[in-house]
């Protein structure tokens, strides 16, 4: 994702100087949880709407100038260091600056980045999530590919959805071909296989039917 393509510019950055009840106008048309500022033309920060909310009318923004959050991304980063910089700061807005001066760019919408997120291979592409567990030491996407690979599926993306006590949780995406047995190659490779299958449940039923078939008859 090439960010750049993203950022727009339909709210301008405001000036440090101006009056909060100025800023509370602004809010009132928009959606956003922040809106970017600059000091004689250089970013200084975001102010979110719920401090603005609590200032006083006449009161300058600079005189609230320690409320001001310093969040933003860079023009090259990449669109998970972005969703990244949206989850820790708690914002729907992220202003944009530029590499080689700190030039206010713009900001990007945390819509456009979750609409670009729907539309990779990982998201968009048919297959099957599957959830597995494993020591923090013990596993390796290495393994983890050659197990789908080897029953002939194919890896559509993975990451680490999780970690506690030394143990990992990935979340995989793979094609439907051979889920089963991957599913069952994980299992003999000693991960934990944490999400639901279809495949599973029906070798379940299968077994506790044959179960009951094996105690009825030993009757």
């Not at 989850?87 to 945390?110: F, H, Q, R, S």
């Not at 599957?130 to 020591?135: D, I, L, M």
């Amino acid at each position: 994702m090439n960010i750049s393509h993203y950022i727009i510019n339909d709210v301008s950055i405001q000036p440090i100087h101006q009056k909060t009840k100025a800023l509370k106008s602004v809010f009132n048309e928009l959606t956003y949880s922040h809106i970017p500022v600059e000091k004689d033309g250089i970013y200084m920060g975001c102010i979110a709407e719920n401090d603005v909310r609590c200032f006083e009318n006449e009161n300058a923004l600079n005189d609230y100038e320690y409320s001001l959050e310093t969040f933003f991304v860079r023009e090259t980063d990449n669109w998970l260091d972005v969703l990244e910089s949206f989850t820790k700061n708690n914002t729907n807005l992220m202003p944009v600056l530029a590499e080689a001066d700190n030039a206010y760019l713009g900001y990007l919408e945390i819509g456009d980045v979750l609409s670009f997120l729907s539309e990779t291979p990982f998201m968009d592409s048919p297959g099957a999530i599957v959830v597995v567990e494993k020591g923090l030491k013990d596993y390796s996407f290495s393994e983890i590919s050659q197990i789908i690979e080897s029953n002939e599926g194919k890896v559509l993306g993975a990451f680490i959805s999780k970690i506690s006590n030394d143990v990992a949780e990935i979340t995989i995406k793979i094609g439907l071909l051979g889920l089963n047995e991957t599913i069952q190659t994980f299992r003999r490779y000693n991960y934990k296989v944490l999400s639901a299958h279809q495949e599973d449940v029906f070798l379940k039923n299968l077994k506790e039917r044959s179960d009951y078939l094996d105690k009825y008859l030993n009757i």
